[in-house]
């Protein structure tokens, strides 16, 4: 079963890009197709989804994100990353990385890392 | 894109049933049947309930059922337990993106 791991700054200053990675294990991020997603949640909010990659390195953004965010694929780590840059206050939020081999569902999820942009 | 609509909270005693509507568009929830719907509990990551609508994930109890009707689609839990009461969001595919609801908070009384 596919484990997911995210780790990267708690802390972020404004203006600055955010930049996290989340470690699969119990499978290789390049065998089979998935869709390696990005997920965050503003404390007491609800799920905001920012984006995902396909396996064959296609992607897709929320449109409200899209000119702030880079998801990327790193096979040699067996890891997917998200670069969320210009950021401001309102970025705040628990991160969550989640795949599945349906673009239509989110089967598995990390456990959520929190990044607090402060300067 | 907005975000799908949801009532904020629910509440059903233990053994009854309640539903949580989600309401979209045709351009997400009307036009594909790719919605489905994630239980989180404070502080924990969400859960896959429902998917496709109406698909259950292995391990997911039967109490759980989707379904959809035009631009809004709904979760049902029947038999509610003390365990159900958490947070609910729907979810849809928009075409080239994928939208959240608000979120439902589930109250078991």
């Known amino acids: 079963q596919v484990q997911l791991q995210e780790s990267g700054p708690g802390l972020v200053k404004p203006s600055q890009t955010l930049s996290l990675t989340c470690t699969v294990s119990?499978?290789?991020?390049?065998?089979?197709?998935?869709?390696w997603s990005w997920i965050r949640q503003p404390a007491g909010k609800g799920l905001e989804w920012i984006g995902r990659?396909?396996?064959?390195?296609?992607?897709n953004y929320n449109p409200s994100l899209k000119s702030r965010v880079t998801i990327s694929v790193d096979t040699s780590k067996n890891q997917f990353s998200l670069k969320l840059s210009s950021v401001t206050a309102a970025d705040t939020a628990v991160y969550y990385c989640?795949?599945?081999?349906?673009?239509?569902?989110?089967?598995?999820w990390g456990q959520g890392t929190l990044v607090t942009v402060s300067s | 894109q907005s975000a799908l609509t949801q009532p904020r909270s629910v509440s059903g005693s233990p053994g009854q049933s309640v539903t949580i509507s989600c309401t979209g568009t045709?351009?997400?929830?009307?036009?594909?049947?790719?919605v489905s719907w994630y239980q989180q509990h404070p502080g924990k990551a969400p859960k896959l309930m429902i998917y496709?609508?109406?698909k259950r994930p292995s391990g997911v109890p039967d109490r759980f059922s989707g379904s959809k009707s035009g631009n809004t689609a709904s979760l049902t839990i029947s038999g509610l337990q003390a365990e159900d009461e958490a947070d609910y969001y729907c979810?849809?595919?928009?075409?080239?993106?994928?939208?959240f609801g608000g979120g439902t908070k589930l109250t078991v009384l």
């Open positions: 989640a795949t599945d081999s349906s673009g239509y569902r989110l089967r598995y």
């Open positions: 990659i396909y396996t064959s390195g296609s992607t």
């Open positions: 045709s351009s997400d929830v009307g036009g594909y049947n790719y």
């Open positions: 496709d609508v109406s």
């Open positions: 119990g499978g290789s991020i390049s065998s089979g197709s998935y869709y």
């Open positions: 979810c849809s595919y928009a075409g080239s993106y994928v939208v």
